[in-house]
């Protein structure tokens, strides 16, 4: 019985596996082995601590917003709602706080929300959320047991990049997120979730591979593609695969 259940397991594992383009290898008598980029070492820390994100301040002492830093969730979803500090207010359906375990591990960082998620009120619920989820699959996590959230909580018109001033504005409820969810590693979903949590202009391809730290707080931070360039560039799957091992292998630490 258990076995089944064991077999059933690893079944839609390398189903996910195979989703997200990457061959499995299944030696007779041994588990099944995943085929992983040989140039991503399964822990790469650069010096125990993170050279960008070192320039950030704490996580929540560059807060420019001290109110925020004292809020419980209640008060910063509230808050974060009714928000109206940037442009951004004029166009969007909802705000789209962010989703999933309060207490998580794994906190995911992506961009913005986009059409799908201005409407649903939710991060990641389109193709590149799908991708997403057979991406977090495939490393044995489900959708339910991570957080979820955005650099950006409003849809920028027509999916453009976020402005620096919306980023600002938008920093102190992520900075208060993260406080709160206090996980073991953070996962940086793409170039604007990357350079805004580390303050760098370095680009995500240099970024990934390496576990940074985000700002001062010691929380491991892993870099990886976003799922909608990798829905757009399936070849990078396979980077983005060896950058989820890295994350794994670098949640498991005691929370700092
Ligand atoms: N892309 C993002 O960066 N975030 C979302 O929530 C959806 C798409």
């Not at 491991?220 to 989820?244: E, G, I, M």
Request: charged content about 20%.
């Amino acid at each position: 019985m258990a076995g089944n259940v064991h077999r059933a397991a690893r079944g839609s594992r390398v189903a996910y596996l195979g989703a997200m383009g990457i061959q499995v290898w299944a030696n007779r008598g041994t588990p099944a082995a995943v085929a992983v980029d040989p140039a991503v070492p399964a822990t790469a820390l650069v010096g125990g601590a993170a050279v960008a994100g070192a320039a950030a301040g704490g996580a929540e002492s560059g807060n420019s917003r001290p109110e925020i830093t004292h809020m419980d969730w209640e008060a910063l979803q509230q808050t974060a709602g009714d928000c109206r500090l940037c442009e951004l207010h004029g166009s969007r359906t909802q705000v789209v706080f962010g989703v999933g375990d309060r207490g998580a591990d794994w906190l995911l960082v992506g961009e913005a929300p986009g059409k799908d998620e201005d409407l649903q009120g939710e991060p990641f619920v389109g193709r590149a959320g799908q991708l997403l989820n057979a991406m977090l699959q495939a490393a044995g996590l489900r959708r339910e047991q991570v957080y979820i959230a955005n650099i950006l909580k409003c849809r920028p018109p027509n999916n453009r990049d976020p402005r620096p001033e919306e980023v600002l504005c938008c920093e102190p409820y992520l900075a208060r997120q993260i406080a709160l969810v206090r996980p073991r590693i953070i996962l940086a979903l793409g170039r604007v979730a990357a350079q805004n949590l580390l303050k760098t202009d370095t680009p995500i391809g240099k970024l990934r591979g390496t576990v940074h730290r985000y700002a001062d707080t010691g929380i491991a931070l892993v870099a990886t593609y976003h799922p909608a360039y990798l829905l757009r560039s399936p070849l990078d799957k396979r980077k983005a695969w060896a950058d989820l091992r890295l994350a794994l292998a670098n949640a498991k630490g005691p929370t700092p």
